[in-house]
């Protein structure tokens, strides 16, 4: 098999990486080029240009890059032209990565693609769901909702192949048992515009908490570039939570956490995965706000809440996300009451929601699913 693969960001390169063993397991000959990261390299995957050219997020970090974006968009088309490959894998960035398959589509209309990480149609710019069906043959959902949504929309062919976080429930799950005196966690955020936005509740917040319960203890697991920014943000916090660094530590916090506050994100899946019972806030600029509250098309943001078609997570955004609020959300939860036993019977839940019937792992879906498509019988 000749299987070009285009991602633009390290969340993608870490999936690329685990499909490229899955593939290689099943077809050793297969040939492989594109666009990957670090953790694709390690593999042997050689990548067109540095994924640090395209990895970009906000409007202006983009328009400062747009000439380069647009060059390497161009050029990954023109790669994929050259390559003919059996099929074009696209993981997630959709902003750059369909951007590519439209153009290579134009010179070869019979190609075969497959989008690896749903676009979020489902929450806004629903739109681009049906448009997807121009250029994309096949869409691997993480979300076990993401399906329906696209038949709803009108989008291309969708299938759940499940989210790599269901490889790992061994390492997120804990004991409740030894969670009854275990620590408060403290997520503020993965990116520095979100810790900074989110800093000074988060403190509040914490400051109460102390005042009403003298012997909780508090934990902010940190990793990779953001580790520097939340060190120097939580320095004037009246209240410093012990900063624990790396995943390894990180998922050892979530084993024997008593509850969570947390900005919302990916890290409200694990820590729902984990059973922990968590409250989720969040703070957007003003003219996001506006803008978001036109377009967003879901009742919550926390992606747990989503899958669960409930709201297990109580979320708190803008101005409600303040320290008084969060502080008091938290406290309902560190003992055995009412809204703690909801949220641990809702949570129980999600696991089962999210396992794949076949008892497959992520990247073996994703891999026949591929193969299928690219090699049909």
């Known amino acids: 098999m000749n299987c070009f693969i285009v991602t633009g960001e390290p969340s993608g390169d870490a999936l690329g990486a685990k499909l490229l063993a899955a593939l290689r397991a099943r077809d050793p000959e297969a040939r492989f080029s594109g666009v990957g990261g670090e953790a694709m390299a390690r593999s042997g995957f050689v990548s067109l240009f540095p994924l640090s050219d395209i990895s970009v997020m906000g409007i202006l970090p983009v328009l400062r890059r747009l000439p380069t974006l647009l060059r390497r968009i161009d050029e990954t088309a023109r790669a994929v032209v050259a390559a003919r490959p059996d099929v074009l894998v696209l993981i997630d960035s959709p902003d750059f990565t369909h951007r590519v398959a439209k153009k290579a589509r134009k010179t070869l209309p019979d190609l075969k693609v497959v989008d ?184 919550t943001i926390v992606l747990p809440n989503l899958i669960l078609g409930e709201n297990a997570f109580p979320e708190f955004l803008q101005d409600e996300a303040n320290g008084a609020t969060l502080a008091q959300a938290v406290a309902a939860l560190l003992d055995d009451g009412p809204e703690r036993r909801r949220q641990l019977e809702a949570l129980a839940k999600l696991a089962e929601k999210m396992l794949l019937p076949s008892g497959q792992t992520p990247s073996d879906a994703a891999a026949d699913a591929i193969i299928a498509l690219a090699r049909p019988a």
Request: with cysteine; net charge positive.
């Open 116 to 299: 690896y990480v749903s676009p979020t149609v489902w929450a806004w710019r629903p739109g681009r769901a049906k448009k997807m069906r121009r250029i994309i043959d096949l869409v691997l959902a993480l979300l076990p909702f993401e399906p329906a949504a696209h038949q709803r929309l009108g989008g291309p062919k969708c299938l759940y192949v499940g989210h790599p976080l269901i490889e790992r429930l061994s390492e997120l799950r804990g004991d409740e048992v030894l969670r009854a005196d275990g620590p408060v966690l403290v997520l503020p955020g993965s990116r520095r515009s979100v810790v900074a936005r989110m800093g000074s509740a988060f403190a509040d917040a914490l400051a109460r908490l102390a005042v009403l319960r003298p012997d909780l203890e508090f934990v902010l697991p940190v990793a990779g570039p953001v580790e520097s920014v939340v060190r120097a943000e939580i320095e004037n916090w009246p209240v410093k939570p012990r900063v624990v660094s790396g995943e390894a530590e990180k998922f050892a916090a979530f084993r024997t956490a008593r509850a969570a506050l947390a900005a919302s994100g990916t890290v409200t899946l694990e820590l729902a995965l984990s059973g922990t019972p968590t409250v989720v806030a969040y703070k957007v600029p003003k003219i996001e706000e506006f803008i978001g509250r036109r377009l967003i098309q879901v009742p």
